[in-house]
């Protein structure tokens, strides 16, 4: 089934032959749904922290930063703006001139808000002899956009959305990378650094590390903070081969085999790559302005002083477990620490030997772990906290998109609607054990957990992979806490026009 030329493409990625045998067979039985056992709650799986547990957690957070201990700040940055200006992109396309839709009429009506605008009123002014106003006055609408979205003009269409205006002050105006900088200094901060990494994509690297160098400086200064600022690339031995519908390779005009990105589930071997103790991860997009950044900052702390309180207790037990020097009494107490604090039931704990249940808690125990932000359910897209069967019989809590549910069960998606919360990628990380050793986060993937979807490439329908999601299944072995959140720390940008939402004035 393979040539000689595609043994060469595969080399040249660093893909295995056995990696594509198990994709193609991938293809061929699919993934199993996960069973669910709840949709996580306050009281049954989400910790809602009253005001006195609040500050101490973030006072927790505070004394293990002044330990000196490496924090870094983890942003995914590669997604391109294009899907935010979808309707922009169709109006451009569209047979009618005029703003028509409730979308297009909204962009107008409020255009002068947006932050870019006199960015784009500049490139109006330059390449059409006119400003908005006056292309506006003349019924030429399709002009501004242009000018907007195209290469001659902001180029809007084809940059990564962490380079886009975002937010307007007094001084000037930021986009959502200075925003992460920002942030970076407000919590992530340690001993007067602020680590900060992007991953990017490989056409957009270049200018995604001129424009941080052209920022940094300013805000190192502002902040009185040193930053040691990284990037990465999706590999391309995370890239997943596409198949046609029958399951065989599917291969571009040339006949070599088409590979596509694996998903942000491929960011786990970027994210094995950072020296931290502790790492804190958000989409570039979700940023607010400064008026409305003390939130975030609290809660931040928070989720990262309950994090590194529960890891602190897990590290002692460990200790204990290692060392002998324990009671059954004593074990109790761990199993109580695993089950209610960590959230991880084994049904048929109570069968275990002394023996095989130590081995068991130490297991458990010696994971990365990870305290997941969630906030109320008001209907936006994205992933829902739940308790779920795991490949050895335990039940813990997920993070699960509506890919991994199977639709048919009535029950799962009754659950899946009803879930009173989501997750808005607002997570904080610990992964060194309890020696300060790295784990190799890989190890802890549910294989099992990837999903198919349906595409097509020049007319011809094909079969992608994606990789276990990167806060789904790539982090399924983990131990997992949910925290509520306030839907103040959730500010995502979509579309063009949630821009014009208050939280981004």
Not at 100 to 129: H, M, P, R, S
Not at 383 to 400: A, E, H, K, R, V
Request: charged residues 25%; aromatic residues 10%; proline residues 5%.
């Amino acid at each position: 089934m393979l040539t000689q030329q595609d043994f060469k493409q595969l080399a040249q990625k660093g893909i295995t032959e056995e990696q594509i045998k198990t994709q193609l067979d991938e293809f061929k039985t699919g993934f199993p749904f996960l069973r669910l056992e709840a949709a996580a709650a306050i009281g049954k799986g989400i910790v809602a922290p009253d005001a006195d547990e609040r500050q101490q957690f973030v006072d927790a957070w505070n004394e293990y930063k002044a330990e000196g201990k490496k924090i870094v700040k983890f942003v995914p940055a590669s997604g391109a703006a294009s899907r935010m200006f979808k309707d922009m992109f169709a109006f451009l396309d569209a047979d009618y001139d005029v703003p028509t839709t409730k979308f297009e009429q909204q962009y107008f009506d409020n255009i002068e808000k947006f932050a870019f605008y006199d960015a784009l009123d500049e490139v109006c002014q330059k390449n059409e002899g006119k400003g908005i106003k006056q292309l506006i006055a003349d019924g030429n609408y399709k002009a501004v956009v242009a000018n907007m979205l195209k290469e001659k003009g902001l180029n809007y269409g084809q940059l990564p959305k962490g380079m886009l205006l975002f937010h307007r002050y007094p001084e000037g105006v930021r986009t959502p990378m200075e925003e992460h900088l920002v942030e970076g200094a407000l919590y992530a901060a340690s001993a007067g650094e602020a680590n900060v990494h992007f991953t990017v994509s490989h056409e957009h690297m270049q200018f995604f590390e001129q424009k941080v160098a052209d920022k940094k400086d300013g805000y190192a200064q502002k902040f009185g903070v040193k930053y040691n600022i990284s990037f990465s690339e999706q590999k391309p031995s995370t890239d997943t081969v596409a198949a046609n519908p029958d399951n065989t390779p599917f291969r571009n005009e040339d006949g070599s085999l088409l590979f596509r990105p694996g998903g942000h589930g491929a960011l786990i071997e970027n994210l094995n790559e950072i020296d931290a103790d502790v790492i804190f991860i958000k989409n570039i997009d979700n940023v607010v302005p400064d008026r409305l950044k003390p939130e975030t900052v609290e809660y931040k702390q928070l989720i990262a002083g309950v994090l590194v309180s529960l890891q602190k207790r897990a590290f002692e037990y460990l200790s204990q477990l290692n060392s002998g020097e324990y009671n059954h009494a004593k074990l109790e107490e761990i199993i109580r620490f695993v089950q209610h604090d960590l959230c991880c039931r084994k049904p048929d704990i109570k069968e275990l030997e002394d023996a095989d249940l130590v081995i068991y808690l130490k297991q458990k125990l010696n994971r990365p772990m990870r305290v997941c932000g969630v906030v109320k359910n008001v209907g936006e897209p994205g992933g829902g906290p739940f308790l779920t069967y795991n490949q050895d019989g335990t039940i813990s809590l997920q993070i699960l998109e509506s890919s991994q549910i199977d639709k048919s069960n009535e029950e799962y998606m009754r659950m899946f609607t009803e879930g009173t919360h989501f997750n808005p990628v607002d997570l904080v990380c610990a992964v060194k054990d309890y020696k300060g050793q790295p784990y190799n986060l890989p190890d802890f993937v549910d294989k099992t957990t990837g999903f198919i979807s349906s595409k097509s490439k020049n007319g011809k329908e094909l079969k992608a992979l994606e990789l276990p999601g990167l806060w789904n299944g790539a982090m399924s072995n983990w131990n997992t806490v949910f925290v509520e959140v306030p839907l103040g720390t959730f500010n995502p940008v979509k579309t063009v026009n949630d821009l014009l939402r208050e939280q981004h004035q």
